[in-house]
Each structure stands twice: as structure tokens, then as C-alpha cells.
């Protein structure tokens, strides 16, 4: 018993220090920056409950309802209400997801389309460069 103690304290230990480590996600430098492990540890928190909970309710199912307690197996193949849930269900959970994900994405664009320095936009603004119209098209340049 005080093994797996030892273990399992140990293990979040080391999961701790996975914040501090140099392969971790850089402090942010703007907003923007500041939105995107928001939005990653937020889904992943999500995703990890989601993960728990469906696994949870499946081993209890298999345990609480196994052939040696004497339950017999009942059949709800076409049973509507239980394919609605399990069709509107994962749709409300997309839905929740999709939006501060889409406000995230749209910000971004918006940063690049707005917040690019004029100096780097001016080669893509000349119609007469020859050379970058060929780079584009993945041509060599006219001689």
C-alpha cells in the first residue's frame, strides 16, 4: 500500500514539473498568444473528463450487469429516444467546442490580415514583380 503511494505521489510529482520544462508551451507575448493554451487546456480538460466519464459508465456497465450476477441482456436496437441522445449529445458537446475555438480562429485572421507591417506585405502588393509572380505559380523566373 505505501508502494503505490509512493508511486502515484511520484507520478504527479513529475507531472508537475512537466509545466516547468523547457518543451512546454512559451510564455505569451500578446493576447493572442495568450488565447491559444487557454484554449488548449481548456479542451483538454474537456476531453479528459469526457474520457473518464464514458469509460466510468462503461466498466460500471460491464461490472454491474455481467452474466454471473444473473442479468439477462435487453435489446433497445431500435429504441429512439437512446439514438437521439447519443446523436445530440456529441452535437451540443461540437457546438461548445466550435465556438470559442471559431473565435480564436477568426481572430487570427484578423491579426494577420490587419497587423502585417507594410514592409511585409509590399511584395505581394506589386503586380510587376516578375520573379514573385513566378515563385507563386512555382515557375522558374523568365530570363
Not at 14 to 28: H, I, K, R, S, V
Not at 117 to 129: C, I, R
Request: glycine letters at 6%; a positive charge; charged letters at 10%.
Amino acid at each position: 500500500m505505501l508502494n503505490r503511494l509512493g508511486l502515484g505521489t511520484l507520478g504527479l510529482v513529475l507531472c508537475g514539473l512537466a509545466t516547468a520544462a523547457e518543451w512546454n508551451l512559451q510564455p505569451a507575448a500578446s493576447k493572442m498568444g495568450a488565447d491559444l493554451p487557454w484554449l488548449h487546456e481548456a479542451i483538454m480538460v474537456l476531453v479528459i473528463v469526457l474520457l473518464v466519464g464514458s469509460f466510468g459508465v462503461m466498466f460500471w456497465s460491464c461490472y454491474a450487469h455481467r452474466r454471473s450476477v444473473g442479468h439477462k441482456a435487453v435489446q433497445f436496437h431500435k429504441n429512439v429516444m437512446v439514438e437521439i441522445l447519443w446523436t445530440v449529445i456529441p452535437a451540443i458537446i461540437l457546438a461548445l467546442v466550435a465556438w470559442p475555438v471559431a473565435k480564436v480562429v477568426i481572430a487570427q485572421n484578423e491579426v494577420v490580415l490587419n497587423g502585417m507591417p507594410k514592409t511585409a506585405m509590399q511584395p505581394f502588393k506589386q503586380s510587376n514583380n516578375v520573379e514573385l509572380a513566378a515563385a507563386v505559380k512555382g515557375q522558374s523566373t523568365p530570363r
